[in-house]
């Protein structure tokens, strides 16, 4: 039998996959995430390592957490991940999971990766419908709420939004129900994956640049900081969002964060 460790991303796609797994038996033995090493907070999600150690602790999975500098290039993160792998293998894991969708360029860069180290890749949600993945989301008990929203589809009042039946109706017609291409993030937070509630409070919503990336929409996932403002969050307000849509620029996206707060 497969000893499977998962990519964790402390959302909903993620939690959805770790459902389908456990459900049919294929629980993983380990879940893997990666944080920024400055931050200390999980890549485009934003959401806190304290926040992602409650959460492995009320699945009851153990996690391992790959720390992320941000002077960290390509070259230099494939060989880290590479390294990261060859430990679990190392370890008798010979299967990562992943809860992407549908963008073939990920999934072919993740395979890629993978193959190189000897490990198989599981996609348990692959080809799904987005909006039927969604209402099965909603369907199993499982809660999360919006933790990061592209400003080029939402305002800041998107950030905070619970995902519920009536969630898609609050999309714009052009992005994808589960967020694939990047639009929005979650942290799930109960559930039956769970064995109690992971409970905070709604922090400061800030605004933060990043310079666009290339042509690949999968891409969107590790755009590039903007010097000087991805490290110096605002906390917005209206005249502050008004000033920053005016002066938004073709080379660089806007993502509007939530900050969790952990209770204890």
Same mark, same amino acid.
């Given at each position: 039998?497969?000893?499977?460790?998962?990519?964790?991303?402390?959302?909903?796609?993620?939690?959805?996959?770790?459902?389908?797994?456990?459900?049919?038996?294929?629980?993983?033995?380990?879940?893997?995430?990666?944080?920024?090493?400055?931050?200390?907070?999980?890549?485009?999600?934003?959401t806190r390592r304290e926040l992602l150690e409650e959460q492995a602790a009320a699945i009851g999975i153990p996690l391992q957490i790959t720390e992320l500098s941000a002077s960290t290039d390509h070259e230099a993160y494939n060989k880290l991940?590479?390294?990261?792998?060859?430990?679990?293998?190392?370890?008798? +894991?010979?299967?990562?999971?992943?809860?992407?969708?549908?963008?073939?360029?990920?999934?072919?860069?993740?395979?890629?990766?993978?193959?190189?180290?000897?490990?198989?890749?599981?996609?348990?949600?692959?080809?799904?419908?987005?909006?039927?993945?969604?209402?099965?989301?909603?369907?199993?008990?499982? =809660?999360?709420?919006?933790?990061?929203?592209?400003?080029?589809?939402?305002?800041?009042?998107?950030?905070?939004?619970?995902?519920?039946?009536?969630?898609?109706? =609050?999309?714009?017609?052009? /992005?994808?129900?589960?967020?694939?291409?990047?639009?929005?993030?979650? +942290?799930?937070?109960?559930?039956?994956?769970?064995?109690?509630?992971?409970?905070?409070?709604?922090?400061?919503?800030?605004?933060?640049?990043?310079?666009?990336?290339?042509?690949?929409?999968?891409?969107?996932?590790?755009?590039?900081? /903007?010097?000087?403002?991805?490290?110096?969050?605002?906390?917005?307000?209206?005249?502050?969002?008004?000033?920053?849509?005016?002066?938004?620029?073709?080379?660089?996206?806007?993502?509007?964060?939530?900050?969790?707060?952990?209770?204890?």
């Amino acid at each position: 039998m497969p000893k499977r460790f998962m990519n964790w991303s402390s959302g909903k796609d993620s939690a959805l996959c770790l459902h389908r797994l456990i459900e049919s038996g294929n629980a993983p033995e380990l879940l893997l995430t990666t944080i920024s090493k400055e931050e200390q907070r999980i890549g485009m999600h934003g959401t806190r390592r304290e926040l992602l150690e409650e959460q492995a602790a009320a699945i009851g999975i153990p996690l391992q957490i790959t720390e992320l500098s941000a002077s960290t290039d390509h070259e230099a993160y494939n060989k880290l991940m590479y390294d990261t792998c060859m430990q679990l293998k190392s370890e008798g +894991f010979d299967t990562a999971v992943f809860g992407d969708i549908f963008l073939e360029d990920l999934r072919n860069y993740r395979e890629t990766q993978l193959n190189e180290v000897g490990i198989n890749g599981e996609f348990p949600l692959w080809k799904n419908d987005t909006k039927t993945l969604i209402k099965e989301f909603v369907n199993s008990g499982l =809660k999360s709420v919006i933790v990061a929203a592209l400003q080029e589809h939402f305002d800041e009042d998107f950030v905070g939004t619970e995902i519920d039946s009536s969630f898609i109706s =609050k999309l714009p017609e052009e /992005v994808d129900p589960c967020g694939e291409y990047g639009e929005f993030h979650s +942290f799930c937070y109960n559930g039956p994956i769970f064995k109690q509630e992971i409970t905070f409070e709604r922090g400061d919503k800030v605004l933060k640049y990043y310079n666009k990336p290339k042509e690949s929409k999968s891409e969107i996932r590790r755009p590039e900081p /903007v010097e000087g403002r991805d490290q110096k969050s605002e906390t917005l307000d209206s005249n502050e969002e008004s000033r920053t849509r005016s002066s938004d620029s073709d080379s660089r996206l806007g993502f509007y964060y939530l900050d969790l707060i952990p209770n204890n």
